[in-house]
């Protein structure tokens, strides 16, 4: 496993954010759905970490640095 910052997005990137989104979309009402946008994820304000096995992400978390509190972002 390999977890590591991450400083553009990959095609992969954009499929785990896609499967992300649609799970929240299925659980959650639009209004209740706070999400970063696929290129907000690589902001001076924001850190966004992937966790791969191989060729294969598994998983990601975001960290927004906006502000005086971190907020995690984009836990998947």
Not at 7 to 19: F, G, M, N, Y
Request: charged residues 20%.
């Amino acid at each position: 496993m390999n977890f590591a910052l991450q400083k553009k997005i990959t095609p992969q990137i954009r499929e785990l954010i896609a499967a992300s989104d649609h799970y929240l979309n299925s659980l959650y009402p639009p209004e209740s759905n706070h999400l970063v946008d696929v290129e907000g994820l690589i902001r001076d304000t924001f850190e966004f970490y992937l966790l791969s096995d191989g060729a294969t992400c598994v998983g990601c978390i975001g960290v927004n640095l906006k502000g005086e509190h971190p907020e995690i972002k984009r836990l998947f």
